[in-house]
């Protein structure tokens, strides 16, 4: 790689930790006109209680119905009017509340996202309401079968534990939660230590974290029960899972299939030669189980790998939509791929391909301010610290076929594979 590609990735991270707990991440970015901004917070739907599944999520939307300063309408429109994009998601981990303006709009967004978390009004009427659109939420992944199959793979994996509960709550839990139960969500888990700041951008990097501090003062005069960092005794045991194979009978035209295991945490070195494994295996159209499944045996016209990396554990997994009659067909060769991998390994041409592809998708993503902001705050969420793009693509090269062997004795071994389907009973 020639100078001039290192110094146009240079970074200028800087990181900071306020008195009380909450942690700031930022990227100076200055040939760029636009900032990103994420208010992550570091609750999920592994921190709820079973009779509460689904009030992360619930208070993801709540916060957007208005809020002492701001209606639900300005909200958005504070943002949009100045060419900019507000949204949110919720996750196994955590929660995030992110924006991307002009660098010039930098102090509005900022406003707008503390605003979101500091003062929303949740009215009563308004939690009705928004049941209503939660249901329906629930209702769209429950008619979208590809999207249903990878919260029954977790379901399976996890079991009772919370990194098996479904993101967006049941019927029950929703319809369930009151008022009462959100604020005290909020002002127990939306607590300082439990918040990080992260911005990536052209950005004058004093000033902008004197403005965090002014606009996220307000944490400070919350408690919280919630703690900060997850340990490790709240977290789940992953000696805990047992491998399984279960089918859900569903009239669709398709037979929905996860196939994989219980992986690596996300700071975890060993994350590396499996996201090699994972390319190798079903990361794009050059992949293994792709011009298996698709090229030469035409069962499929979806097929990928993909993995997730928590605190402290994570699953590894492959996808495939097939036809119901070829279910078993299909798994088979899914068997039959894997084996070809314990007994013969990768070849260093593959790997070099892998590690190629691995290190394009990350050098282009870094194109992306709201790419970089992500960056910033998963590092920090996870415990691991700020890993620079230079060491990141050290460790990519460094991986060898005996890595990426280990791996593949640990993540592919038959024992330990866990089978769910989605589709009509096939008989």
Partial sequence: ??????????????????????????????????????VWVSRGSRHEPADKIGISHFLEHMVFKGTGRRSAKQIASDIESVGGSIDAFTGREYTCFHARVLDEYVELAVDVLSDLVADPTVAEE?????????????????????????????????????????????????????????????????????????????????????????????????????????????????????????????????THLCLGTVSFAHSDPRRYALLLLSNIIGGGMSSRLFQRVREEE???????????????????????????????????????????????????????HAKNQLKGQLLIGLESTTTRMFRLANFEINGEGYQPVDRVIEKINSAGPEDIRRVAELILDPRRICSVSLGPNHG
């Fill in 126 to 254: 308004n939690i009705e309401r928004e049941k209503h659109v939660v249901f329906e939420e629930i209702r769209n992944m429950e008619d979208t079968p590809d999207d249903m199959i990878h919260q029954l793979y977790s379901r399976a994996l996890w079991g009772d534990d919370p990194l098996g509960y479904p993101l967006l709550g049941t019927y029950e839990t929703v319809e369930s939660l009151k008022r009462a139960d959100v604020l005290d969500y909020l002002h127990n888990q939306y607590s300082a230590s439990n918040f990080v700041i992260s911005l990536a951008g052209n950005i004058d990097v004093s000033a902008t974290v004197e403005l965090i501090r002014d606009k996220f003062s307000f944490l400070s005069s919350r408690s919280g029960n919630g703690g900060g960092k997850t340990t490790n005794s709240s977290l789940i045991n992953p000696g805990r899972f047992k491998p399984e194979s279960r089918h859900l009978d569903r009239d669709c035209q398709q």
């Fill in 1 to 38: 790689m020639s100078g001039r590609r290192l110094d146009s990735m240079k970074e200028n991270v800087r990181r900071i930790v306020e008195s009380n707990g909450m942690r700031i991440v930022l990227e100076h970015i200055p040939h760029v006109r636009s900032c990103s901004i994420g």
């Fill in 298 to 352: 035409a069962l499929a016209y979806v097929v990928y790998s993909f993995q997730q990396f928590y605190v402290d554990t994570g699953l590894y997994g492959v996808y495939v939509g097939t036809e119901p009659s070829q279910r078993d067909r299909t798994i088979a060769i899914v068997h039959e791929e894997y084996k070809k991998i314990l007994d013969q390994g990768v070849n260093e041409e593959e790997l070099l």
